[in-house]
């Protein structure tokens, strides 16, 4: 299986900063790595497909990049609403794993 | 608009089983794989398993194997998910998520198991 590990767990920060969130996978993926956002009491929503696609709706501060292994999401100029907690995610093989998640907090 | 509505909330005893529907509508139901996702209280999202929606073929994670059975209906396009062996460790919410190339681009609103004697 790959084991996929985000950092940091846990982040503070304000109101329009800019903060980066990185994820590894345990061997390559190439550009097969999603990221997800998921507010408390509702389901994750996705954010960014195939390393750096930004699905549809989702703000163009939001951004990936990466490959092989490592993997970043980027904030630019948080938003209130954009307080908290973010996923990554293999679709390169099954079984198709998550990060552990990383819970973005108001400073 | 394109959305999976899941069956309400259960309750089970240890040892029994529990069968989750999910209802997809707005979009051709066989062109796209449903994957199940559960979530602990206060954990993170665990991936279950996925079933093809047109060909009824599916994929178990290894820990979930012989205790899940993924099902579908494609005449009302409803996927259902079936645990048994029930266990405290397994009360969570399970959600049902649209895969897209086993991208997660919609996603069901949920459904709170609780194992509880």
């Known amino acids: 299986d790959i084991q996929m590990t985000q950092s940091p767990s846990s982040l503070s920060a304000s109101v329009g900063d800019r903060v980066t969130i990185t994820c590894r996978a345990s061997q390559s993926i190439g550009y097969f790595l999603n990221w997800y956002q998921q507010k408390p009491e509702k389901a994750p929503n996705l954010l960014i497909r195939?390393?750096?696609g930004l699905q549809s709706g989702v703000p163009s501060r939001f951004s990936g990049s990466g490959s092989g292994t490592e993997f970043t999401l980027t904030i630019r100029s948080l938003q209130s609403e954009d307080f908290a907690t973010y996923y990554c995610q293999q679709s390169y093989s099954a079984p198709y794993t998550f990060g552990q998640g990383t819970k973005l907090e108001i400073k | 608009q394109v959305q999976l509505v899941q069956s309400g909330a259960e309750v089970q005893k240890p040892g029994a089983a529990v069968k989750v529907s999910c209802k997809a509508s707005?979009?051709?139901?066989?062109?796209?794989?449903m994957h199940w996702v559960r979530q602990a209280p206060g954990q993170g999202l665990e991936w279950m398993g996925v079933i093809n929606s047109r060909a009824g073929s599916t994929i178990y994670a290894q820990k979930f194997q012989g205790r899940v059975t993924m099902t579908r209906d494609t005449s009302t396009s409803t996927v259902y998910m079936e645990l048994s062996s029930l266990r405290s460790e397994d009360t969570a919410l399970y959600y049902c998520?649209?895969?897209?190339?086993?991208?997660?681009?919609?996603w069901g609103q949920g459904t709170v198991v609780t194992v509880s004697s």
């Open positions: 707005g979009y051709t139901f066989t062109n796209y794989y």
């Open positions: 998520a649209r895969g897209e190339e086993h991208v997660f681009d919609i």
């Open positions: 195939a390393a750096s």
